[in-house]
C-alpha cells in the first residue's frame, strides 16, 4: 500500500457477477491494487460463489446481489453481469451510497446509459465504466503518437475484426448469452467493439456522425454477425469499420491501421505491439500487458472514489460508443419491392 493513502479509508469491493472474465482480468486486481479489497462476490449459482471466494480468498460470498450490495462492509461495487442487469444493479448500488464499476458495454441500450446518468446524479454517486484501455501503456502510447504528431496529421483510420463465431477473444461461459440481443444488446460486436471504439473515441474525441449497417449472414442466432459502419471525427477524420464473426477457422484478423500525412500506425487491439511507419521511421513497440490487464484501470478507479484523481471513464465518456454500436446494429438491409 502507497504511503500516501495509508491514512485514507480503503475501498472494500464486492463482485456481483464472479464469472470466468473476473478470474484473472480483473478479480485478483481487486486486492492488489492500492488501498483496495475485495470482500465479497456473488453468484446466483451459491457453489461456486462459494469456490470462487476460497479460491481467491475472499471473505464473503452471496447468490443474491440485493445482499451483497446491502452488506454494510462493501463501498464499492464491481458489476460483472451480463449487460441486461447492469442498470438495476448499478442504480440499487447507487442508492445505497456505494461507488460502482461496471463492465461494458456499459448497459444495452443508450435510453437505460441515460436513466444510469440521471441515477448517478440524483444520489450524488460516483460509477466509472471498465474500458481498462483507457489506463494500458499500449494505448497510451497511442494516444501519445498521435498528440505528438508522430505520423502527422490523421487521415482515416481502417479498423477490421474478423473471427469464427467460436472466437478466443472472448471469455467462456456455460451459455452463450453474448449473441442474445435481450441480455448482450446484440452480438458478438456489442461485445468486442466497445473496447475498440472507446479507444477511438479517447484518442480522437466524440464522434461527429457516424452510419453502419448490420446484417446476420450465418443464421446460427438471433444477433448481428457482420457489421461496417463509418464514423466521422474532429479533423475530418474518417474511420472505417468491419467486424465479422461468421469466418471460417483460417480468417482470423485484429488490425486497426491509423494513416497520418506522413506514415502509419498498426496495431491489433487485442494484441501487444504496435508499428510505426514514415519514411524515416520503421518501428515496432512491443508490450507486456499485465498480469491482471484490468488492475491499472482498477486502480485509477480507486483514486478516483478517493477523490484523488478524475474518473478515468464516465458514463458520459462511454456513451457515445453505445450510440455508435446501438446505431449499426439498428440499421438493417432495405428489403427490396418485389
Not at 484501455?133 to 494505448?139: N, S, Y
Not at 504528431?149 to 467460436?166: A, C, E
Not at 487485442?270 to 508499428?275: A, D, L, Q, S, Y
Request: one cysteine or more; aromatic letters at 12%.
Amino acid at each position: 500500500m502507497s504511503e500516501q493513502y495509508k491514512d485514507q479509508p480503503i475501498i472494500s469491493w464486492g463482485i456481483i457477477g464472479c464469472g470466468n472474465v473476473t478470474e484473472n482480468k480483473s478479480g485478483p486486481a481487486f486486492h492488489k491494487a492500492d488501498h483496495s479489497a475485495l470482500h465479497a462476490v456473488m453468484r446466483r449459482d451459491a457453489a461456486k460463489a462459494a469456490d470462487y471466494a476460497m479460491r481467491h480468498h475472499v471473505p464473503r460470498y452471496y447468490s443474491d446481489a440485493f445482499e451483497l450490495i446491502n452488506d454494510q462492509a462493501i463501498n464499492a461495487v464491481y458489476i460483472a453481469t451480463p449487460p441486461k442487469f447492469h442498470e438495476e444493479y448499478a442504480v440499487a448500488a447507487l442508492q445505497q451510497g456505494k461507488y460502482v464499476y461496471v463492465e461494458k458495454p456499459v448497459t444495452l441500450n443508450v435510453d437505460s446509459c441515460k436513466r444510469m446518468m440521471v441515477a448517478v446524479k440524483k444520489y450524488d454517486g460516483k460509477l466509472t465504466v471498465a474500458h481498462y484501455r483507457r489506463a494500458l501503456p499500449m494505448f497510451l502510447q497511442i494516444k501519445k503518437m498521435i498528440d505528438e504528431k508522430s505520423i502527422g496529421n490523421v487521415k482515416t483510420i481502417r479498423l477490421n475484426l474478423f473471427q469464427p463465431d467460436d472466437t478466443s477473444l472472448v471469455a467462456n461461459s456455460e451459455v452463450n448469452w453474448r449473441v442474445v440481443p435481450e441480455i448482450a444488446g446484440g452480438g458478438l460486436f456489442f461485445d468486442l467493439a466497445p473496447h475498440q471504439l472507446d479507444m477511438l473515441i479517447y484518442i480522437f474525441g466524440k464522434a461527429i456522425h457516424y452510419s453502419g449497417i448490420s446484417v446476420n449472414q450465418s443464421k446460427k442466432y438471433n444477433a448481428e454477425d457482420a457489421v461496417a459502419g463509418i464514423i466521422h471525427f474532429a479533423g475530418d477524420i474518417i474511420c472505417n469499420g468491419n467486424w465479422n464473426f461468421s469466418m471460417p477457422d483460417l480468417v482470423r484478423e485484429d488490425s486497426c491501421i491509423i494513416f497520418g500525412e506522413t506514415g502509419y500506425l498498426q496495431f491489433s487491439f487485442f494484441g501487444n505491439e504496435i508499428k510505426w511507419v514514415t519514411d524515416l521511421v520503421n518501428e515496432v513497440f512491443n508490450f507486456i500487458h499485465p498480469q491482471h490487464i484490468q488492475q491499472p484501470m482498477i486502480q485509477k478507479t480507486v483514486h478516483y472514489f478517493l477523490g484523488k484523481e478524475d474518473n478515468p471513464c464516465s458514463l458520459e465518456a462511454a456513451f457515445n460508443s453505445l450510440e455508435i454500436m446501438q446505431s449499426f446494429v439498428q440499421m438493417k438491409p432495405a428489403i427490396p419491392k418485389p
